[in-house]
């Protein structure tokens, strides 16, 4: 089974300055995959940035990258040169098993 | 390419009455079938999971059931709704429960 915890509820930044997301999660797992989905108003989910737990290599994705530490269970995201658009709620996510277990979310807001 | 349909986008029913909503997946075959909920401003609950035709895990006891009579089309129903069943649904598919989660565009359910 996979437990995911999103710790803030909310965080705001400056347009231009970037913001670290934090989540942590527990799973029996030995082969799992992390995500972080983006959900904006339209509720659409939104992928994006995926991390294989078997890599070291931190995920990167243009201005998004994953602080990913294993040992810790800890798998933050870090938005760099935030923009209005991605203003939106974050969630953390563990697949293994067949399954797919989300955080509680955070919300984002960009100040201009 | 594939692609993911959850109809119908809005739906207003009253208390007691029955559920239908479905999903397909278009472009793969064998795919691993989701359905989540959303509770206002919360995360999302996986309800059901199917790993093939006929194959229903059930995450959360409830007052919905779910069933994948072909191998690309998922149903979550309900017989009698209650106020509580309220939320936002999203169905999505992943080829191996790990790797990638694709989502419709979900469901607004509104029991009243």
């Known amino acids: 089974a996979q437990t995911v915890t999103q710790s803030q509820p909310e965080m705001s930044v400056q347009e231009a300055e970037t913001v670290t997301l934090s989540c942590t999660y527990d799973?029996?797992?030995?082969?799992?995959?992390l995500f972080w989905y983006k959900q904006p108003p339209s509720r659409q989910m939104i992928l994006v940035i995926r991390?294989?737990?078997?890599?070291?290599q931190n995920a990167t994705e243009n201005r998004f990258s994953v602080n990913f530490q294993k040992a810790a269970k800890s798998f933050s995201l870090k938005i760099s040169d935030s923009q209005l658009g991605d203003a939106a709620m974050y969630f953390c996510?563990?697949?293994?098993?067949?399954?797919?277990?989300f955080g509680q979310g955070t919300r984002l807001t960009i100040n201009p | 390419s594939q692609t993911i349909h959850q109809w119908p986008a809005t739906l207003v029913q009253p208390v007691g009455s029955p559920l239908s909503l479905e999903c397909t997946v278009e472009?793969?075959?064998?795919?691993?079938l989701y359905w989540y909920r959303q509770a206002a401003g919360r995360g999302l609950q996986l309800l059901f999971y199917?790993?093939?035709?006929?194959?229903i895990s059930s995450e959360v006891p409830q007052n919905l059931s779910a069933s994948r009579p072909q191998d690309r089309q998922f149903i979550l129903s309900s017989k009698k709704l209650l106020l509580s069943d309220s939320g936002f649904y999203l169905c999505?598919?992943?080829?191996?429960?790990?790797?990638?989660?694709?989502f419709g565009s979900g469901t607004r359910l509104t029991v009243v």
């Open positions: 999505a598919w992943s080829q191996d429960g790990q790797r990638g989660y694709t």
């Open positions: 799973t029996s797992e030995s082969d799992y995959y």
């Open positions: 991390q294989e737990a078997y890599k070291q």
């Open positions: 996510a563990c697949a293994g098993a067949q399954k797919l277990v």
């Open positions: 472009g793969t075959s064998n795919p691993n």
């Open positions: 199917s790993v093939g035709i006929g194959q």
